[in-house]
């Protein structure tokens, strides 16, 4: 009986862990890493190791992720496995706290897959304008010919309608770099191998680094009339200014909500269609534990679903690649406008 009853419970562990890895398995795909993993064989991990780099002591520390695999610890810092700074480089000090080191400027995974989306836009786009000066009043081929709608769409549909036809040709250099950055980064999250996988605009980071270029430029660009208006709109009672400016401080509040939409938006759409994939392949395990048959079963059903989700997720990438650019352009051209006197 109490070894009927010993079995239960580490059979009950057992399922938990398995569980517990699942969750696990799901999280390393849509977090940050110090290292690229690319499968498993047996009980070998083939992985791209990256290098750490810190700043900490007074001095800088250089060295290979490798180091810190199988949960290993390196010259003191080790990842953190929980915690407020869970996946991140930490060392404990004289308290037996983990503390992040004073900078670390590693070159993690999606650090990785940013340099190489970054050098594939660059790529591609001196090649087609090279095609542009060599083929000068013909017919576009080749990557210039796939490329020239997309290029054109967000010249004449996003950027010129939304801020005008006298002033679009200043913001298109950034309008163009964000769209097909943002497109090529959704749409490398999506392919599981190697350049992709990464997922770049499901980090909360990122998108708040491109959202915060779009205030700043928005700030830089507005004129008299866009501050006119947050302090003085045009249209509100009177009431609603004075004595309490409550129409003011919601269009002042409006300045910094609108690029916070534009970081979450993308975010919460790109890692939210990560889980959700991640979470139909790990059904296929979840129930294998309880017959081999069951877990083939499931697996049809499964992996309709995630080619369906896959196939969604290619559009989404389109579309969000669009919405950010598009409301950026929005925003540009709410700063410069000049109201018409008659």
């Known amino acids: ?38 499968f498993t064989i047996g009980e070998h ?19 290979s992720s490798s ?24 060392r404990t000090n004289a308290k037996g706290k983990e503390v992040l080191p004073q900078l670390d400027i590693s070159i993690t995974k999606t650090v990785f897959a940013i340099l190489i989306n970054a050098f594939l836009v660059v790529l591609i ?27 054109l769409f967000i010249r004449d549909d996003v950027a010129r309608d939304s801020i005008g036809e006298e002033k679009y040709e200043r913001y298109l250099p950034y309008l163009m770099t964000l769209f097909f950055f943002i ?8 392919f599981p191998f190697f350049p992709g996988g990464a997922n770049v605009t499901g980090n909360i980071a990122v998108t708040g680094i491109m959202a915060f270029f779009t205030f700043v430029i928005t700030t830089m660009s507005s004129n008299k009339h866009y501050w006119k208006d947050i302090f003085n709109t045009p249209g509100v009672p009177w009431w609603l200014k004075f004595p309490i400016p409550l129409m003011p401080f919601v269009e002042l509040l409006g300045i910094f909500t609108k690029p916070f939409v ?6 919460a759409n790109m890692v939210s269609g990560h889980i959700v994939l991640a979470g139909f392949i790990s059904l296929i395990f979840i ?45 540009f051209g709410m700063a410069t406008e000049v109201p018409e006197h008659h």
């Open 287 to 331: 129930f294998g534990k309880f017959g081999v048959g069951l877990g083939y079963g499931v697996s049809i059903l499964s992996i309709s679903f995630a080619i369906f989700l896959d196939l969604l997720e290619v559009l989404v990438a389109f579309i969000q690649a669009y919405v950010f650019v598009l409301l950026s352009a929005l925003y």
């Open 183 to 190: 497109l090529f980064s959704n749409l490398f999250g999506i």
């Open 125 to 151: 786009f001196l090649s087609i304008a090279k095609s542009y000066r060599k083929r000068k009043g013909q017919a576009p081929k080749g990557m210039q010919s796939l490329l020239e709608p997309l290029v």
């Open 1 to 38: 009986m109490a070894a009927k009853e010993t079995s239960s419970v580490e059979k009950g562990a057992d399922t938990q862990k398995e569980q517990l890895d699942i969750g696990d398995m799901i999280m390393e795909h849509v977090t940050d890493s110090y290292e690229w993993h690319f």
């Open 45 to 63: 991990h083939v992985s791209l190791y990256l290098p750490v780099i810190l700043y900490d002591k007074g001095h800088w520390i250089l060295f």
């Open 262 to 267: 534009l970081m979450v938006r993308l975010f």
């Open 67 to 90: 180091k810190l695999k199988h949960d290993a610890s390196y010259k003191g810092y080790h990842v953190a496995k929980d915690g407020p700074n869970v996946g991140k480089l930490v």
